[in-house]
């Protein structure tokens, strides 16, 4: 069924999931999962969820239990390690944020800011050559590209090169880039087409 775990997608996250030796048994976590993401990937409610992943507050309350003791987070850490590393990329995509999320008093804490496109989030995203995810973060849309840059690549693998629009092309991006990971990086030196015009690029040779 679309959005579900394949058995090898299963055999990778299982060993990361918390163990419960004593008590009653949990329900089974794999088809909690298997809810967990189909709302996730369609952006349906809790509410209308199929049944066949069990009662709607079920998956709700372990993928809330899961993020307030980090699971998730654990999770996309070991991912990430073996990754391909040889090539990395940043950039951000704005969202806009939902009509009943705008209505949330008291929503500063939720990462929503107001740009052009209204009330927005920015997400801030370094991915591997294969386009995977290796870091995220996420600020109000207003924030700058380059927000998060310090967090996004503190863990920048030696001899890797990162591409990056000119939102990136700062003097202490490169700094930065130079100092953690005691590299050299090159002046704008490649050109990206878009629908709108040529955006000069700037590569990083991490050695």
Known sequence: MR?????????V???????KPRGIPRVDDRRI???????LRSGAPWRDLPDSYGPPTTCYNRFVRWRRSSVWDRIMDALAAVHDAAVQMIDTSIVRVHQHGACIANNSGQLMGRSRGGL?????????????PVQLGLTGGQAHDNRLC????????????????RGYDADWIRAFVTERARGRMSHPSATVKTRSASV???????I
């Open 13 to 19: 996250i299982k060993p990361m999931l918390p163990n």
């Open 120 to 132: 927005t989030s920015k997400i801030h995203v370094v991915v591997d050559g294969n386009g995977l």
């Open 200 to 206: 000069p690029t700037f590569t990083a040779t991490v």
């Open 3 to 11: 959005y579900e775990l394949s058995d090898y997608e299963w055999s």
């Open 33 to 39: 999962l298997n809810g967990i993401f189909w709302v």
């Open 150 to 165: 310090s967090v996004l690549l503190r863990y920048l693998p030696r001899r890797a090169r990162l591409l990056a629009d």
